[in-house]
């Protein structure tokens, strides 16, 4: 089939490179715009338009979807089907039909669960043992459309959303290929997503990354999880924000001492930090300003006291 692919980010590019040792001709790619790159240095492609460019595809970057521009070259191009990953804008009623197949998008959850822009976060977050991969046709509902196909992945007990993403780009881009050959042989047919397990993953903001402290230990560590490694959590110290990196929960039986939420205690190579039930093991910090360290030689440096509470500023949390 000639394909369109439509993606932006880092797991795209897995998805696209599968693609483009398929049967199928990617004809074209459609990706974001080009970003600003920092104070005088221009503009950055989007991961898979940089992919894109290399492999020689014609590269598309409407800053909306609907452009007519857009919709023109789209018709222009013929494409049997259109292919999605994380493309980061809806597409809206003037291109869905275009496309003789559609578009078959890739998402990163077992569908109905975790509709929405953050799957892979809101799993980690919610503590889910198993999460997968789902491809559907895109309708104009939020990842509501019928599906062809899933695969399914174990949520390990330390695994960030960016290693979990990780696994889940590989094994969602095989099952994107395979989706595609099973419509072009007329062997697949969608079907409906069921009506009851529906949850919804909205984009996790940089206030949804703070820290809790006050929270259980668990919850602490599969929040900090679930934002590694973006937006990255966070807490503050001083009224300084300080970046925090996955934790470790203390078991009862190897709790040094009674601390209470967010009080800190450094050992000589470990630093802790209390919640509502058990201490967590730091493991790296980033500093405000600063690149990430250990947290024992962060702790050395800020020459913390036993008073030392962190998050102690923050408003409260209900």
Partial sequence: MRL????????AVTAL?????????????????????????GTRPSEVGAVAREAGLEVLMPRRPGEPEFVARLAELEVDAAPVVAYGALLPA?????????????????LPAWRGAAPVQHAVLAGD?????????????????????????????ADTSGDLLARLAVTGADLLVRT??????GVLVPVPQPGDGVSHAPKITTDDARVRWEHPAMAVDR?????????????????????????TVVPPGEQTAD????????????????????????TTVTPAGRRAMPAPDWARGA???????LGADDSPVL
């Fill in 4 to 11: 369109l692919f439509a993606g932006s980010p880092a797991p």
């Fill in 223 to 247: 929040r900090i999880r679930a934002c590694t490694p973006a937006p990255g959590a966070w807490t503050t110290l001083a009224g300084a924000r300080l970046g925090i990196g996955p934790v």
């Fill in 94 to 110: 003037s291109v869905l039909d275009v496309p003789r197949y559609g578009w078959i998008n890739l998402h990163f959850s077992v």
């Fill in 180 to 185: 595609l050959d099973g419509i072009e042989d």
């Fill in 259 to 282: 601390l209470a939420p967010g009080q800190v205690l450094v050992g000589r190579r470990e630093v802790f930090v209390g919640t509502a039930t058990y201490a967590v093991r730091l």
């Fill in 17 to 41: 490179e599968a693609l483009l040792t398929s049967r199928h001709e990617v004809v074209a790619v459609l990706t974001r715009p080009d970003a600003p790159a920092g104070r005088g240095r």
């Fill in 303 to 309: 020459r913390l006291d036993a008073d030392t509470v």
């Fill in 129 to 157: 043992e198993v999460t997968g991969a789902t491809t559907f046709r895109i309708e104009e509902g939020m990842d509501t459309g019928p599906t062809f196909g899933l695969v399914t992945e174990t949520i390990r007990a």
